[in-house]
């Protein structure tokens, strides 16, 4: 097979696997409201979590973290070990979970599934962006949930693992690619307060 089929598959199984709604089939399994229609209308887990409790929000979360951690394995698989195999697995499954094709491209904000990549792929900066969101959640924006929280502290925490980690150009890209994604996709909650 040549690279291009092997680029092209990889980027579709991982857009595929992004885009299982885990809050949507959570609704369904255990016949709470559909998350497309109440509350914020996002399919994430935190949605989940306000309409159908704790549990079935953390099981959203979890299964969400997954998706992308399955994204690269099937994308590395496919493409053979490549160091590129990361960027490309974590982009498409992360626009896979904001505009999934399964759900009329309806999606969650995207925040799980990049954390599940970044807790093994980076560790260091998630705690770094949970500081800053930490910061930015309690002592600025002062709301239960605040979109512009989660842009600062990504664009903060990326840029400083970036400066400090030594990162590989696919990793940096990686990096970047997230905080223009989730970035994008926090823009119409801009002034949303929950």
């Given at each position: 097979?040549?690279?291009?089929?092997?680029?092209?598959?990889?980027?579709?199984?991982?857009?595929?696997?992004?885009?299982?709604?885990?809050?949507?089939?959570?609704?369904?399994?255990i016949?709470?409201?559909?998350?497309?229609?109440?509350?914020?209308?996002?399919?994430?887990?935190?949605?989940?979590?306000?309409?159908?409790?704790?549990?079935?929000?953390?099981?959203?979360?979890?299964?969400?973290?997954?998706?992308?951690?399955?994204?690269?394995?099937?994308?590395?698989?496919?493409?053979?070990?490549?160091?590129?195999?990361?960027?490309?697995?974590?982009?498409?499954?992360?626009?896979?979970?904001?505009?999934?094709?399964?759900?009329?491209f309806?999606?969650?904000l995207?925040?799980?599934?990049?954390?599940g990549?970044?807790?093994?792929?980076?560790?260091?900066?998630?705690?770094i962006?949970?500081?800053?969101?930490?910061?930015?959640?309690?002592?600025i924006?002062?709301?239960?949930?605040?979109?512009?929280?989660?842009?600062?502290?990504?664009?903060?925490?990326?840029?400083?693992?970036?400066?400090?980690?030594?990162l590989?150009?696919?990793?940096?890209?990686?990096?970047?690619?997230?905080?223009?994604?989730?970035?994008v996709?926090?823009?119409?909650?801009?002034?949303?307060?929950?």
């Open positions: 097979m040549s690279a291009f089929w092997h680029w092209s598959l990889a980027v579709l199984a991982a857009y595929l696997i992004g885009s299982f709604p885990s809050g949507v089939v959570m609704s369904t399994v016949g709470g409201p559909d998350v497309r229609y109440h509350g914020s209308r996002n399919t994430g887990g935190t949605n989940t979590m306000r309409l159908m409790g704790l549990t079935a929000g953390a099981t959203v979360v979890v299964l969400d973290g997954l998706k992308g951690l399955l994204a690269w394995v099937a994308t590395y698989t496919i493409m053979e070990g490549s160091p590129w195999a990361l960027p490309i697995a974590g982009v498409m499954a992360i626009i896979g979970h904001c505009w999934p094709i399964y759900t009329k309806h999606g969650g995207g925040l799980a599934t990049a954390g990549l970044l807790l093994v792929v980076s560790p260091l900066t998630v705690p962006f949970l500081l800053f969101w930490a910061i930015f959640f309690v002592g924006f002062r709301r239960t949930y605040s979109p512009r929280s989660v842009v600062f502290s990504l664009i903060i925490s990326a840029t400083l693992s970036i400066y400090l980690l030594s590989t150009m696919p990793m940096t890209l990686f990096l970047i690619s997230i905080v223009i994604i989730l970035g996709r926090h823009i119409p909650e801009w002034n949303r307060v929950v």
